[in-house]
């Protein structure tokens, strides 16, 4: 959990004690009475005191944007790219701001995770089909698909021809010049090639008893036919 710290806001009156979480989580805004004398309290004390938008506007929005990037988060393993953020009514400062705070940690260029959700291979997967706006391929797809294979750790996708991703170490990218709708699937919530575009990608760089390994591992899960 984050860093808490207190300050005070007057808005139509009255006093707000505004308990301020450093994180991810909107903010928290306490009614208080007797505002002029809990206003001369509060700037003794050396407490910031400041006219603000209504508070019950701010708690509304900020909780709209909290569900609506939570649920955002949670349909991506914990993940957001820059583009939902932005879209999502957060703007360019506040992102750094979030990043700088340690909400948002970078995992690619312009995705990031939430913090607090759990590091998975599944979310490096996605966070790189994400930055790169790929699929993932080849022996990442075997693995999504439930086909065991030896190269499990390095992360395979593919891109069509024309896009140039970058600042992907560790991440080997394959370029075909199409990728219709036959070819590509979603497993876990990642995208993915199709069982049967996996095999013959595979079949390119694996040897023939391997790629009939793989076509009979293929259709013991019953994922071609």
Not at 69 to 76: F, V
Not at 145 to 172: F, M, Q, S
Not at 213 to 220: E, F, G, I, K, Y
Request: proline share 6%; hydrophobic share 40%.
């Amino acid at each position: 959990m984050g860093r808490v710290c207190g300050r005070a806001r007057v808005c139509g009156g009255s006093v707000y004690a505004e308990k301020v979480q450093i994180g991810p989580f909107p903010r928290t805004l306490i009614p208080r009475v007797s505002a002029m004398r809990r206003r001369q309290a509060l700037v003794s004390a050396g407490v910031t005191v400041m006219s603000v938008t209504p508070p019950w506007h701010v708690e509304a929005m900020d909780r709209r944007l909290a569900v609506n990037l939570d649920r955002t988060a949670r349909s991506q393993h914990g993940l957001v790219t820059r583009e939902q953020l932005l879209k999502l009514g957060i703007s360019s400062a506040q992102v750094q701001t979030r990043i700088t705070t340690g909400a948002l940690v970078r995992m690619r260029p312009g995705v990031y995770r939430i913090s607090g959700a759990p590091s998975t291979w599944e979310q490096a997967v996605l966070g790189t089909c994400l930055a790169a706006n790929a699929v993932a391929s080849h022996t990442t797809a075997c693995r999504l698909i439930g086909v065991p294979v030896d190269d499990e750790h390095r992360i395979n996708v593919t891109v069509t021809r024309g896009k140039t991703p970058g600042g992907l170490p560790g991440v080997a990218v394959y370029r075909t010049r199409t990728l219709g709708p036959n070819d590509t699937a979603t497993c876990r919530g990642i995208p993915v090639t199709s069982p049967l575009r996996t095999l013959l990608d595979m079949s390119a760089v694996l040897e023939t008893p391997q790629i009939e390994t793989l076509t009979s591992d293929l259709l013991s899960l019953r994922r071609i036919s």
